[in-house]
Nanobody, 127 residues
Framework: QVQLVESGGGLVQPGGSLTLSCAAS?????????MGWFRQAPGKEREFVAA????????NYANSLKGRFTVSRDNAKNTVYLQMNSLKPEDTAVYYC???????????????????WGQGTQVTVSS
């Protein structure tokens, strides 16, 4: 079982930056979980943002976000991060982190590949 708690969301102006954190607690080593970030805007389906392997060596991004968003992790702190730059109003959404029980790296881009989810944190990009 893994508990995930996101933080760092808020209101930011277009062009600004924000870093989200996801703190995990589990009975197994955090470094054995692939982690992902997803987002869901009002009236839209939840979509993949980024994923990172357990070691942190491998990352994968939604094509539309590559270059603006960066996923990273600190296994010593049981935390995964999402650095978001050059934010746009269309980035407004609830952002979720997720953990995959499978120790392998695919990369995990689908919602169904993740076993545990956080409660989400709201990011609003507006002037």
């Amino acid at each position: 079982q893994v508990q995930l708690v996101e933080s760092g969301g808020g209101l930011v102006q277009p062009g600004g930056s924000l870093t989200l954190s996801c703190a995990a607690s589990s009975g197994r080593s955090f470094g054995t979980y692939a982690m992902g970030w997803f987002r869901q805007a009002p009236g839209k389906e939840r979509e993949f943002v980024a994923a990172i392997s357990g070691s942190g060596i491998n990352t994968n991004y939604a094509n539309s976000l590559k270059g603006r968003f960066t996923v990273s992790r600190d296994n010593a702190k049981n935390t995964v991060y999402l650095q978001m730059n050059s934010l746009k109003p269309e980035d407004t959404a609830v952002y979720y982190c997720a953990a995959d029980n499978d120790r392998r790296w695919y990369p995990q881009r689908a919602i169904t590949e993740y076993d545990y989810w956080g409660q989400g944190t709201q990011v609003t990009v507006s002037s």
